[in-house]
């Protein structure tokens, strides 16, 4: 096949190489970030680009989607579509997917290691040593057992229901908060029919939710007070479900014990009040980052893509 007829792909971000050379020999890929001037490339090769090939970080903007006239699907690498405009997508009749269950184990990984990190303060104690502290200073702060403890989860999804079988192996209960009850999760579960009533009911709050409007600032200066100052925060989800702001405030004032953090509001921008506090780990979203689980997510974006172009199906489907 020559290049012109090859399907044309709209790259919105250096997706991982290996991924790209994968896909190279069977799309025509134009890769947008590297367009100056969008709108004149857009008219000489917008009537051949059939998809958006994205990611939950590059996402598709309503003005990107309404301006390729052929554009048949966005497929997109990650589980969160938060900056993909699906209502857009939606109106022109534009299919998505994404990469949803090859990641919950690794994700959950991550959150238990962050739990483990703030109550047992792993890095804090590593900052110790390093720091030539325990010869002059003797014995470390003790931490807190996880054993016993309530385990609160916002978004009891593939992801949450793999933190709560883990937490369980650690000893906590478990709780949680979704829109609604679920019936097909074990029924010690206790269901909280609001985020406040489930802080309130939590040693450790635990945020695996979807990013967007529907969830900006969950998490604000109410939840943190009724999670209280014993309790920690925990969010493997996006930046956005907790206004960072007020975080900042309960940390500082000692409102709640401490949090683990993979996701933040303007990352990869962290702000310097966050960084300064012992008692947070920061991690730069990492949730989904080992070499087996990218491996796995690509594998599921190049069968959605070629399902698409292939047989006009996708594997896993948002819209
Ligand atoms: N830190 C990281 O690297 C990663 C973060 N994530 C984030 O985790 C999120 C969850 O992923 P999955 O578990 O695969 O999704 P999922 O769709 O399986 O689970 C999400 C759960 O949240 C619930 N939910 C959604 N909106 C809600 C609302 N407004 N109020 C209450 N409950 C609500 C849903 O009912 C569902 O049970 C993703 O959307 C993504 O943003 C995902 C992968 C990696
Ligand atoms: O799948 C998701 O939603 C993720 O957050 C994955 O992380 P990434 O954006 O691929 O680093």
């Known amino acids: 096949m020559s290049q012109q007829s090859l399907p044309g792909l709209w790259m919105a971000g250096p997706l991982a190489p290996d991924l790209v050379a994968r896909i190279e020999p069977q799309y025509q890929i134009h890769r947008g970030w590297e367009i100056k001037d969008v709108p004149a490339y857009l008219r000489e090769h917008g009537a051949g680009i059939r998809g958006i090939a994205t990611s939950g970080r590059f996402g598709a903007r309503r003005d990107l989607i309404e301006s390729l006239p052929a554009l048949e699907a966005i497929i997109s690498y990650g589980v969160g ?34 739990l483990l990190s703030v109550s047992r303060r792993i890095c804090e104690a590593d900052r110790y040593v390093r720091g030539g502290h325990w010869p002059l200073k003797g014995n470390f702060a003790l931490g807190h057992s996880m054993k016993g403890k309530r385990c609160g989860i916002v978004g009891l999804g593939g992801i949450g229901l793999q933190i709560a079988s883990r937490a369980e ?20 579960y206790d269901y909280a029919a609001s985020v406040p009533d489930l802080a309130r009911d939590s040693d450790y709050l635990v945020l695996a939710i979807p990013g967007g409007n529907a969830t900006k600032h969950l998490v ?45 509001e303007h990352e990869p921008e962290v702000p310097a009040a966050l960084r ?10 990492i949730g989904s980052g080992t070499h087996e689980t990218r491996q796995a997510m690509a594998d599921l974006f190049i069968e959605n893509l070629h399902a698409w172009f292939g047989e006009k199906r996708l594997v896993t489907q948002v819209v």
């Open 220 to 264: 604000n200066a109410e939840v943190l007070q009724a999670l209280g100052a014993d309790g920690y925060l925990i969010n493997v989800a996006r930046g956005t479900v907790v206004d960072e702001q007020a975080l900042i405030q309960a940390l500082q004032a000692g409102t709640i014990a401490g949090a683990g953090l993979d996701v933040f």
């Open 169 to 188: 192996a650690f000893g906590m209960t478990i709780s949680y908060h979704n829109r609604r009850a679920r019936n097909d999760v074990p029924a010690r």
């Open 81 to 114: 579509y938060d900056p993909i405009d699906i209502d857009a997508a939606r109106e022109r009749g534009v299919v998505v997917s994404n990469t949803p269950g090859v990641l919950d184990a690794c994700v959950a990984d991550t959150a238990l290691a962050l």
């Open 276 to 285: 300064e506090l012992d008692q947070v780990v920061l991690l730069p979203h």
